[in-house]
T-cell receptor
Framework: AQSVTQLGSHVSVSEGALVLLRCNYSSSVPPYLFWYVQYPNQGLQLLLKYTSAATLVKGINGFEAEFKKSETSFHLTKPSAHMSDAAEYFCAVSWNSGNTPLVFGKGTRLSVIA | GAGVSQSPSNKVTEKGKDVELRCDPISGHTALYWYRQSLGQGLEFLIYFQGNSAPDKSGLPSDRFSAERTGGSVSTLTIQRTQQEDSAVYLC?????????????????FGPGTRLTVL
């Protein structure tokens, strides 16, 4: 069965500092991997996705993630945090394509300190 | 045009009552998903519709939960005899299966959710 582990339920960074949110997955087949962001009282918004093309994926709002098969990881990074990045971030995996049900990690809440 | 919409945005009900939650997917999206987001369980898949195929109900937590999708578009999630543990945010998503000009497959677009509180 597929699973997703997000290390750290809460990450706090200073404004302008590097953002690193960790995601590891287990999948018996090549996965499709996603990062979603959720702002308070809103639905989920796609940040970026990996679908077996380039291993370094660039998304919206300056975020990017690198698929590392050997480490079964798909960590999310951003060089410089903004106050507006404060939100909940979810890593998700699907076994076939993005058009099958997603398995989500527990989420990481990002706080940005001025 | 518009994104996924859900109604109501908030629903408060008494234990034992039935509730219906509605989802309007993005026009042209043939796949529709229901997820539940709760403090204890995180984000969980409930049910998945794809075109005219039989829905994948493998995520429904009990037989009190059911969903239908009429005309390949609007979907209704029904919870019968609600329990306090059903309190959660219910999220709907839709995706495009067939590649169309300007379309983006492999991406689920989420609605804002319905917050259900069972007293």
């Amino acid at each position: 069965a597929q699973s997703v582990t997000q290390l750290g339920s809460h990450v706090s960074v200073s404004e302008g500092a590097l953002v690193l949110l960790r995601c590891n997955y287990s999948s018996s087949v090549p996965p499709y991997l996603f990062w979603y962001v959720q702002y308070p009282n809103q639905g989920l918004q796609l940040l970026l996705k990996y679908t077996s093309a380039a291993t370094l994926v660039k998304g919206i709002n300056g975020f990017e993630a690198e698929f590392k098969k050997s480490e079964t990881s798909f960590h999310l990074t951003k060089p410089s945090a903004h106050m507006s990045d404060a939100a909940e971030y979810f890593c998700a995996v699907s076994w076939n394509s993005g058009n099958t049900p997603l398995v989500f990690g527990k989420g990481t809440r990002l706080s940005v300190i001025a | 045009g518009a994104g996924v919409s859900q109604s109501p945005s908030n629903k408060v009900t008494e234990k034992g009552k039935d509730v219906e939650l509605r989802c309007d997917p993005i026009s042209g999206h043939t796949a529709l998903y229901w997820y539940r987001q709760s403090l204890g369980q995180g984000l969980e898949f409930l049910i998945y519709f794809q075109g005219n195929s039989a829905p994948d109900k493998s995520g429904l937590p009990s037989d009190r939960f059911s969903a239908e999708r009429t005309g390949g578009s609007v979907s209704t999630l029904t919870i019968q005899r609600t329990q306090q543990e059903d309190s959660a945010v219910y999220l709907c998503a839709s995706s495009l299966i067939v590649v169309q000009a300007g379309g983006d497959t492999d991406t689920q677009y989420f609605g804002p959710g319905t917050r259900l509180t069972v007293l």
